[in-house]
């Protein structure tokens, strides 16, 4: 006998709605904004953030991906483009023969110290204005655990690559 999916109570359901339609809002703000004043993508400003956090400004590109949730060959698009632009550089990795590691540069610096001011305006304005210190907490521990649980079956583009049989 088969049996019956479970079903979401309202609150469930109503959390779920909230969720998607924020991040929806919040993401169309965020890309216009970046667009506005860097000519950035988001996944753009996101791999220039996460270099730009880096203590050496460099990540192999598998590690960026796996970061921001993109497929490999789509990060490389962006990583391209970002090099066209003198943002970042790549080279062959150190670590591995066969990976490419990313590294920002000084106008790739400079260019994120340009949007992250209008990037922090949109993010208060939208998202923390509403909520007190207690709130944005509780909200970052929620989501913290939240993306945890989804981080523990790692992302199609962490998934080891199968060799190919000889």
Do not use: C, W
Request: glycine content about 8%.
């Amino acid at each position: 006998m088969a049996t019956t999916p479970r079903t979401l109570d309202p609150i469930e359901l109503g959390a779920y709605f909230a969720l998607i339609e924020v991040s929806s809002l919040l993401r169309h703000a965020v890309e216009q904004q970046l667009r506005d004043a860097g000519d950035l993508s988001y996944v753009q400003f996101q791999l220039l953030a996460r270099l730009g956090d880096a203590p050496s400004g460099s990540q192999r590109m598998t590690d960026l991906a796996d970061g921001v949730v993109y497929s490999r060959s789509g990060l490389t698009y962006q990583a391209q483009s970002l090099e066209q632009r003198a943002l970042v550089t790549r080279a062959p990795s150190v670590d591995d023969e066969r990976g490419t590691t990313v590294t920002i540069t000084d106008t790739g610096r400079e260019l994120l110290a340009t949007v992250f001011p209008g990037h922090i305006a949109v993010l208060d304005e939208l998202l923390l204005e509403p909520l007190g210190k207690g709130d944005v907490a509780l909200l970052a521990d929620v989501l913290g655990r939240v993306r945890d649980h989804m981080r523990a079956a790692p992302p199609r583009s962490a998934a080891p690559r199968r060799r190919k049989a000889n």
